[in-house]
């Protein structure tokens, strides 16, 4: 990764131009660059190297947007992502959707959308999870790997992520069904296991309604929970306790007590799952 550190600020330069907003001067940790070595003696892996480790440690999502797939090892790791319950999506132009890479992909449940944009969809990127993003010149094919000049760019980066996240479900869903933004009100029934993450990217989708009340539910019982494990030794008897054995114990088992805590915690859970669904200040 020698000749990858050299070219380390070109790398910052070109990411700037890519993505034409504000970012920060990432460090050499959250930013990796490779390019390609055609004229190598042995086969330069190097870029099909960097997805393929990518892919593999996917755990929720990979989205592709590229120009054109034929390389069949890229085809393998992603087709054994999807085993491992990660969801994989790709939008590929229309003219090279019509390959036997692309109806492996469909056969093992990637959900394929035909670029219907109006000039020639050359979009390569690849978003993977909520941190990470690779761009760069190259499509998923050998020959771009192996045979011709090519350059990627890996950052972990949840507001780059966040970025080209936007940009493929804009072609992913808007372009497919020629609708507007967000076309679709949906109700999320139920959040429990959500990350906020997963919660702000459905709300992006069109999420109007998110049930909580499972949510509310735990939160009530928790408090009580808490207040018993507190106070669990002034709680085996009317009397009696780690005070004396004459001491009382009403102020700790009376209803108002540790119901109080089990409604300060409801109040807690439900202020959270205002700022979870962007739903503060509101209402005027």
């Not at 979009?123 to 941190?131: G, H, L, N, R, S």
């Not at 992913?172 to 990217?201: M, W």
């Not at 019982?221 to 494990?229: A, C, E, I, L």
Request: hydrophobic share 40%; with cysteine.
């Amino acid at each position: 990764m020698t000749k990858n550190k050299k070219l380390f600020s070109f790398a910052i330069l070109i990411c700037l131009a890519l993505f034409a907003v504000p970012i920060k001067v990432f460090s050499e940790e959250s930013l990796e660059v490779v390019f390609n070595d055609p004229f190598s003696k042995n086969q330069d892996t190097a870029m099909q190297d960097l997805i393929l480790t990518t892919v593999e440690d996917a755990e929720k999502r990979i989205y592709i947007a590229v120009y054109n797939f034929t390389d069949t090892t890229c085809r393998d790791a992603l087709i054994d992502a999807v085993k491992r319950g990660v969801e994989v999506r790709l939008v590929i132009y229309s003219e090279n959707a019509d390959n036997r890479i692309i109806e492996d992909l469909k056969k093992n449940g990637i959900k394929i959308v035909k670029s219907q944009s109006e000039g020639l969809m050359h979009a390569k990127f690849i978003v993977v999870d909520y941190e990470t993003t690779i761009s760069g010149s190259a499509n998923l094919t050998s020959g771009s790997f192996f045979y011709d000049n090519n350059f990627m760019i890996l950052i972990h980066d949840s507001k780059v992520n966040k970025i080209f996240q936007e940009e493929f479900n804009e072609m992913f869903i808007e372009k497919k069904f020629g609708t507007p933004a967000q076309p679709i009100d949906f109700v999320f029934h139920g959040g429990s296991g959500s990350s906020l993450e997963e919660i702000r990217e459905a709300i992006s989708y069109g999420v109007i309604k998110m049930n909580i009340d499972t949510d509310t539910q735990w939160a009530f019982w928790d408090g009580v929970r808490g207040f018993y494990k507190k106070n669990e030794a002034y709680l085996q008897g009317q009397i009696g306790n780690p005070e004396g054995d004459d001491k009382p114990n009403k102020k700790y088992y009376d209803p108002r007590a540790w119901l109080r805590k089990g409604e300060d915690a409801f109040r807690a859970r439900l202020k959270q799952a205002f700022a979870d669904l962007n739903n503060i200040g509101t209402l005027g």
